[in-house]
T-cell receptor, first 115, second 111 residues
C-alpha cells in the first residue's frame, strides 16, 4: 500500500463548477500538507500548504486537512479553463535529521475544465 | 530572478550510455532533490542532499548517481545500469519542511 493515495482521474468538469480533489495517507507522522499544480511539460508549482489540521483559503482555493481521518482535500470554486492541470498532493513530517524536508507525493489528478 | 535551472530540456540516450542532467539553483537553499515522474505514478524520489558533500538515497536510487560539490549545483547521472530511464526528471530545492521550488524538468528518452 502506498503511503499517499490520490485518485488519478481524469476529472472533467464544466467551467464554473466546484472541484474537489482528495488524498488519503497512512503515515500519522505527516505534519505538513501541500497541493501542487503542474501544467503539461512543466515543473510543479506550490499552490497551497497547511500545517496540521484545519482549513486554509486563498482566493478560489480551499485546502482542508483532517488528521483524524488521514484525509486532505483541495476545493476549487468557480473553476476556469486555466485551472486545467495535474494536481499533486504532497506531505512531509517534522522528524528532523535526514527526513527533514523530504516530501511524499500522491499520484496526481488530471483535471480538465471545459468552457 | 531566483529559481532553479534544469538542462537540457530534452535528452536522448543510447543503450549503454551514461548521461548527466544538470540542476542549478540561485535561491541559497540548503536542500536539493531529484524526482522521477512517470505517467500515473506521481513523483518518486531518486536522491536528495541537505548539505554540500553529503547526499542520501531516495526510494528509487538504483542506476542513478549524484554529486553535491557546490551548494548551487546537484547534477544527476543516469547510468547504463538504469534499465528503464525514459521519464520526466525534476529537480527541486527547499529551505525548510515544505515549499519546494521545482525546475522545469528534463525529458529523457532512450533511443
Amino acid at each position: 500500500q502506498k503511503e499517499v493515495e490520490q485518485d488519478p482521474g481524469p476529472l472533467s468538469v464544466p467551467e464554473g463548477a466546484i472541484v474537489s480533489l482528495n488524498c488519503t495517507y497512512s503515515n500519522s507522522a505527516f505534519q505538513y500538507f501541500m497541493w501542487y499544480r503542474q501544467y503539461s511539460r512543466k515543473g510543479p508549482e506550490l499552490l497551497m500548504y497547511t500545517y496540521s489540521s484545519g482549513n486554509k483559503e486563498d482566493g478560489r482555493f480551499t485546502a482542508q486537512v483532517d488528521k483524524s481521518s488521514k484525509y486532505i482535500s483541495l476545493f476549487i470554486r468557480d473553476s476556469q479553463p486555466s485551472d486545467s492541470a495535474t494536481y499533486l498532493c504532497a506531505m512531509s513530517h517534522n522528524a528532523g535529521g535526514t527526513s527533514y524536508g523530504k516530501l511524499t507525493f500522491g499520484q496526481g489528478t488530471i483535471l480538465t475544465v471545459h468552457p | 530572478d531566483g529559481g532553479i535551472t534544469q538542462s537540457p530540456k530534452y535528452l536522448f540516450r543510447k543503450e549503454g550510455q551514461n548521461v548527466t542532467l544538470s540542476c542549478e539553483q540561485n535561491l541559497n537553499h540548503d536542500a536539493m532533490y531529484w524526482y522521477r515522474q512517470d505517467p500515473g505514478q506521481g513523483l518518486r524520489l531518486i536522491y536528495y542532499s541537505q548539505i554540500v558533500n553529503d547526499f542520501q538515497k531516495g526510494d528509487i536510487a538504483e542506476g542513478y548517481s549524484v554529486s553535491r560539490e557546490k551548494k548551487e549545483s546537484f547534477p544527476l547521472t543516469v547510468t547504463s545500469a538504469q534499465k528503464n530511464p525514459t521519464a520526466f526528471y525534476l529537480c527541486a530545492s527547499t529551505k525548510g519542511a515544505y515549499g519546494y521550488t521545482f525546475g522545469s524538468g528534463t525529458r529523457l528518452t532512450v533511443v
